[in-house]
């Protein structure tokens, strides 16, 4: 049957997805269990290094519940301080895991299937790392429950009307959803590396994740028809979560947050972010497990448009608001817009503008798009960049009504510092077992852009 | 740890299974979608088409419907954006706390609440109403399972004994099949 399979093993051909290599449905489950092969010395390295960094981040949050939350940087009136910067920055990651597995997936936009995998590991596990922060701020986090409604005898309610609840509804309905769509999506694929595993441990793992599955017509039937509808409701989902993420500034009455524009803003900001930090995690991969024919530079330069486009998103609302400030009647709001660019936080402003507004242009120029090294540093800049949008929003608490608070007083401590570096370690953590331990990319629906085995007639590229 | 990793085998093996009918194994799917449609002729509704990804010939010579995961979904979704208006009126009306002189009742800021709570019903019974119609997870197959399924092989299961039974490994054979099993 070996001739049968070479006769037929043509190249993978779909617009200008035209891989250098030949794919075979058992080429491609060869090179994509590979990566799920016994670790090497590179993984386990970083795995430790991840580690000592989260360790350092359990020292500091210790000793933030040890002596209390003011061994963070808050300061009145920046009572927010990193953390709610740090949530954003996190929750504005994972938005671009459904993005790419929802939204393009009901757009039919073909180039998804080599790349949504790991976009939603990176949304789960940024959800994850995400409601770290509010639960860290609270200071006692064993109270965290008390966050979600539920019947209790002194018959006490969170207020409903409040944004920070919405938040609590729509980062739970996230973290559940996007959970569910990367569980079930795993399900196929799963059962490729069940049936290919053979260390018991692995294998049992491995049919836990794949429930079983048989790649029955019935099971396609349904999963197919459940996908769909996950599909359609994620979409609406990813775009009110960082609306109501974006309210928790604006419904505030706060010069410089209580803007209409925010949330769109923080939607176009969530899928720039949250772009970058996918290619800054192929890169690395693609290189690593030599899959360059599957995760192809066609594949990167449409990820990396994405970036433009979501950046000349961005950059258009800084200038909104700014032409806002300027036209609007407040002079409370014209006085914090310039203050954000020339005052005590004006570094942060410029950095932010820079990489997010003036070095993305340089993706208007192909080579650049595909150019993987100067792709991965831009895309590390923009992630610099977006975490300093969130900080340039949160630092404007410094500058509020009363003159008498604008003694600026606040900087970063070392436990947040800490905390921070611990959330990425956290973030990679489980980034680290996921790439070893389940298919990171999707066996099953890269196969089905490849040619049907067709005796009869010319095989053609399934729809 | 050896006794441990043969445990685990023989809990993933399980007992053995009797499966009666009749297995074929394909490679090229127009000649599965050919034998599909003559077996749906010859009147066996009952057979199971394994795919390493769904075709779509093979998908028309079953004549599958479409899935009825929807229904559970808005059945979800209703109940869901229900729950979540109910859960913020009784909130509000239990406890009634007027905070900066607004209404107890506030119609915008429960739309929050209630639309991410249909999202949620919806997507969690939707992940339900899969697996049920689904039947996962699955710890025992009603047909014989190959591992090529998964990889690039199709197979088709037709559930049948004695003379049927002959008939069936005929059309397989007939339809380019490159392997047929026989389960009596």
Same mark, same amino acid.
């Given at each position: 049957?070996?001739?049968?399979?070479?006769?037929?093993?043509?190249?993978?051909?779909?617009?200008?997805? @035209?891989?250098?290599?030949?794919?075979?449905?058992?080429?491609?489950?060869?090179?994509?269990?590979?990566?799920?092969?016994?670790?090497?010395?590179?993984?386990?390295? @970083?795995?430790?290094?991840?580690?000592?960094?989260?360790?350092?981040?359990?020292?500091?949050?210790?000793?933030?519940?040890?002596?209390?939350?003011?061994?963070?940087?808050?300061?009145?009136?920046?009572?927010?301080?990193?953390?709610?910067?740090?949530?954003?920055?996190?929750?504005?990651?994972?938005?671009?895991?459904?993005?790419?597995?929802?939204?393009?997936?009901?757009?039919?936009?073909?180039?998804?299937?080599?790349? $949504?995998?790991?976009?939603?590991?990176?949304? @789960?596990?940024?959800?994850?790392?995400?409601?770290?922060?509010?639960?860290?701020?609270?200071?006692?986090?064993?109270?965290?429950?008390?966050?979600?409604? $539920?019947?209790?005898?002194?018959?006490?309610?969170?207020?409903?009307?409040?944004?920070?609840?919405?938040?609590?509804?729509?980062?739970?309905? $996230?973290?559940?959803?996007?959970?569910?769509?990367?569980?079930?999506?795993?399900?196929?694929?799963?059962?490729?590396?069940?049936?290919?595993?053979?260390?018991?441990?692995?294998?049992?793992?491995?049919?836990?994740?794949?429930?079983?599955?048989?790649?029955?017509?019935?099971?396609?039937?349904?999963?197919?028809?459940?996908?769909?509808?996950?599909?359609?409701?994620?979409?609406?989902?990813?775009?009110?979560?960082?609306?109501?993420?974006?309210?928790?500034?604006?419904?505030?009455?706060?010069?410089?947050?209580?803007?209409?524009?925010?949330?769109?803003?923080?939607?176009?900001?969530?899928?720039?972010?949250?772009?970058?930090?996918?290619?800054?995690?192929?890169?690395?991969?693609?290189?690593?497990?030599?899959?360059?024919?599957?995760?192809?530079?066609?594949?990167?330069?449409?990820?990396?448009?994405?970036?433009?486009?979501?950046?000349?998103?961005?950059?258009?609302?800084?200038?909104?608001?700014?032409?806002?400030?300027?036209?609007?009647?407040?002079?409370?709001?014209?006085?914090?817009?310039?203050?954000?660019?020339?005052?005590?936080?004006?570094?942060?402003?410029?950095?932010?503008?820079?990489?997010?507004?003036?070095?993305?242009?340089?993706?208007?120029?192909?080579?650049?798009?595909?150019?993987?090294?100067?792709?991965?540093?831009?895309?590390?800049?923009?992630?610099?960049?977006?975490?300093?949008?969130?900080?340039?929003?949160?630092?404007?608490?410094?500058?509020?009504?009363?003159?008498?608070?604008?003694?600026?007083?606040?900087?970063?401590?070392?436990?947040?510092?800490?905390?921070?570096?611990?959330?990425?370690?956290?973030?990679?953590?489980?980034?680290?077992?996921?790439?070893?331990?389940?298919?990171?990319?999707?066996?099953?629906?890269?196969?089905?852009?490849?040619?049907?085995?067709?005796?009869?007639?010319?095989?053609?590229?399934?729809? | 740890?050896?006794?441990?990793?043969?445990?685990?085998?023989?809990?993933?093996?399980?007992?053995?299974?009797?499966?009666?009918?009749?297995?074929?194994?394909?490679?090229?799917?127009?000649?599965?979608?050919?034998?599909?449609?003559?077996?749906?002729?010859?009147?066996?509704?009952?057979?199971?088409?394994?795919?390493?990804?769904?075709?779509?010939?093979?998908?028309?010579?079953?004549?599958?419907?479409?899935?009825?995961?929807?229904?559970?979904?808005?059945?979800?979704?209703?109940?869901?954006?229900?729950?979540?208006?109910?859960?913020?009126?009784?909130?509000?009306?239990?406890?009634?706390?007027?905070?900066?002189?607004?209404?107890?009742?506030?119609?915008?800021?429960?739309?929050?609440?209630?639309?991410?709570?249909?999202?949620?019903?919806?997507?969690?019974?939707?992940?339900?109403?899969?697996?049920?119609?689904?039947?996962?997870?699955?710890?025992?197959?009603?047909?014989?399972?190959?591992?090529?399924?998964?990889?690039?092989?199709?197979?088709?299961?037709?559930?049948?004994?004695?003379?049927?039974?002959?008939?069936?490994?005929?059309?397989?054979?007939?339809?380019?099949?490159?392997?047929?099993?026989?389960?009596?």
């Amino acid at each position: 049957m070996s001739e049968t399979l070479a006769a037929h093993a043509e190249p993978m051909r779909r617009g200008t997805q @035209v891989p250098a290599e030949a794919i075979t449905q058992k080429s491609l489950n060869d090179d994509v269990l590979r990566m799920i092969s016994k670790p090497g010395k590179i993984w386990w390295a @970083v795995l430790t290094l991840d580690l000592i960094i989260l360790t350092l981040g359990l020292i500091a949050e210790r000793n933030q519940i040890v002596h209390g939350i003011g061994s963070a940087g808050h300061t009145r009136p920046v009572m927010w301080a990193s953390y709610i910067v740090n949530f954003v920055f996190w929750v504005g990651i994972a938005h671009c895991g459904t993005l790419v597995s929802a939204i393009l997936f009901l757009f039919r936009s073909h180039f998804r299937r080599a790349v $949504y995998r790991v976009a939603e590991a990176m949304t @789960v596990f940024g959800v994850l790392t995400a409601g770290l922060f509010p639960l860290l701020h609270t200071g006692r986090p064993w109270f965290g429950y008390w966050l979600v409604p $539920y019947p209790n005898q002194r018959n006490l309610w969170p207020n409903v009307r409040s944004p920070l609840e919405w938040d609590v509804f729509a980062v739970t309905t $996230y973290l559940t959803i996007s959970s569910i769509f990367f569980i079930v999506g795993i399900i196929p694929d799963a059962a490729v590396a069940r049936d290919r595993a053979k260390h018991p441990v692995m294998k049992l793992i491995l049919t836990i994740f794949s429930f079983g599955w048989t790649g029955s017509n019935h099971q396609w039937k349904h999963f197919y028809g459940a996908y769909l509808y996950f599909a359609a409701l994620a979409t609406p989902l990813v775009l009110s979560v960082h609306s109501v993420v974006s309210w928790d500034f604006a419904m505030a009455q706060i010069p410089g947050w209580h803007s209409t524009i925010f949330a769109p803003y923080f939607v176009a900001g969530a899928i720039f972010s949250g772009v970058a930090m996918v290619i800054n995690l192929l890169i690395p991969i693609r290189k690593t497990f030599k899959l360059e024919h599957i995760v192809t530079l066609d594949h990167m330069e449409k990820l990396s448009k994405l970036v433009l486009l979501t950046s000349t998103i961005v950059a258009y609302s800084y200038l909104v608001e700014f032409f806002c400030a300027w036209y609007g009647p407040s002079k409370f709001e014209r006085d914090m817009f310039w203050w954000r660019a020339t005052g005590h936080f004006n570094w942060g402003f410029w950095i932010m503008f820079t990489c997010n507004a003036i070095l993305p242009l340089s993706l208007w120029f192909k080579p650049v798009r595909r150019n993987m090294p100067v792709l991965f540093v831009l895309c590390l800049f923009v992630n610099v960049g977006m975490w300093f949008e969130r900080f340039v929003i949160m630092t404007g608490l410094a500058r509020s009504f009363m003159p008498s608070m604008w003694d600026i007083n606040y900087r970063m401590s070392w436990t947040e510092a800490a905390i921070l570096a611990g959330s990425f370690a956290w973030f990679f953590l489980f980034f680290l077992i996921f790439v070893r331990l389940l298919p990171a990319f999707s066996i099953a629906e890269i196969k089905e852009t490849l040619p049907p085995p067709m005796r009869g007639r010319k095989a053609g590229a399934h729809a | 740890m050896k006794p441990l990793y043969d445990l685990i085998e023989k809990l993933l093996k399980g007992p053995p299974a009797k499966y009666r009918g009749v297995m074929g194994i394909y490679y090229f799917v127009d000649d599965a979608a050919g034998a599909v449609r003559v077996l749906r002729q010859m009147g066996h509704k009952q057979m199971s088409v394994f795919s390493p990804v769904p075709h779509h010939d093979i998908e028309r010579a079953l004549e599958q419907g479409p899935s009825l995961v929807r229904w559970v979904t808005a059945v979800g979704g209703f109940l869901g954006a229900t729950g979540g208006f109910a859960l913020c009126f009784y909130s509000v009306t239990s406890y009634p706390l007027v905070v900066g002189g607004k209404e107890l009742i506030s119609l915008p800021p429960f739309v929050v609440l209630g639309y991410e709570s249909m999202i949620l019903c919806a997507g969690i019974s939707n992940l339900l109403g899969m697996l049920a119609l689904a039947r996962l997870p699955q710890v025992k197959t009603k047909a014989p399972y190959d591992p090529r399924f998964t990889e690039d092989r199709i197979g088709i299961w037709v559930p049948c004994t004695g003379d049927e039974a002959e008939k069936v490994k005929e059309t397989l054979r007939g339809h380019g099949a490159e392997e047929v099993h026989v389960h009596a």
